[in-house]
């Protein structure tokens, strides 16, 4: 089974730094998705970026962007210019193109922005 | 475009009682859907999924059941709630082809 690993359970970043989240995945698979789902105060899951594993390029989305490491499995989001609303629980996500297509998710890492 | 409800928002329910979570997922078809169960401070905990009508998979066992009665129809239930049952319940849905998960708004359930 895959296994998805957040090593930070908190983070905190100055408004307008950079800060990067980490996030392992463990798998047997070649195939696969990433994610990093936003989970703010109203806890609705928001999307934030994902990545394809067959893709080489890094994903990147207006403020945010990955770092996709598939030999070391490893899956960074880089927030640059981060502003207070970037404040929220952030979610690593893998899933496998099979098994019912289902999300695993890491246990999450608490971002903080200091104004 | 594609859009996922979920109610209650939130619940308080007595030790014992049954319960019924409903989420009902508009403009797709055949979609996946999943239950998900997040403690407070918490990653998420996929609870069953279901990849078509009647089909369940669970993925933890637990006081809890689910079904799928329609196409875009997915119910989460308990006849006896557990103190032990109080947390924070995603439904989401996957479709052809995205292969990101949607999310509908939860539910937080306390069980006194």
């Known amino acids: 089974a895959q296994t998805v690993t957040q090593s930070q359970p908190e983070m905190s970043v100055q408004e307008a730094e950079t800060v990067t989240l980490s996030c392992t995945y463990d798998?047997?698979?070649?195939?696969?998705?990433l994610f990093w789902y936003k989970q703010p105060p109203s806890r609705q899951m928001i999307l934030v970026i994902r990545?394809?594993?067959?893709?080489?390029q890094n994903a990147t989305e207006n403020r945010f962007s990955v770092n996709f490491q598939k030999a070391a499995k490893s899956f960074s989001l880089k927030i640059s210019d981060s502003q207070l609303g970037d404040a929220a629980m952030y979610f690593c996500?893998?899933?496998?193109?099979?098994?019912?297509?289902?999300?695993?998710f890491g246990g999450g890492t608490r971002l903080m922005v200091k104004p | 475009s594609q859009t996922i409800h979920q109610w209650p928002a939130t619940l308080v329910q007595p030790v014992g009682s049954p319960l019924s979570l409903e989420c009902t997922v508009e403009?797709?078809?055949?979609?996946?859907l999943y239950w998900y169960r997040q403690a407070a401070g918490r990653g998420l905990q996929l609870l069953f999924y279901?990849?078509?009508?009647?089909?369940i998979s669970s993925e933890v066992p637990q006081n809890l059941s689910a079904s799928r009665p329609q196409d875009r129809q997915f119910i989460l239930s308990s006849k006896k709630l557990l103190l032990s049952d109080s947390g924070f319940y995603l439904c989401?849905?996957?479709?052809?082809?995205?292969?990101?998960?949607?999310f509908g708004q939860g539910t937080r359930l306390t069980v006194v």
């Open positions: 996500a893998y899933r496998s193109y099979n098994a019912g297509n289902m999300l695993t």
């Open positions: 798998t047997s698979e070649s195939d696969y998705y």
């Open positions: 990545q394809e594993a067959y893709k080489q």
């Open positions: 403009g797709t078809s055949n979609p996946n």
């Open positions: 279901s990849v078509g009508i009647g089909q």
């Open positions: 989401a849905f996957t479709y052809h082809p995205n292969p990101e998960a949607f």
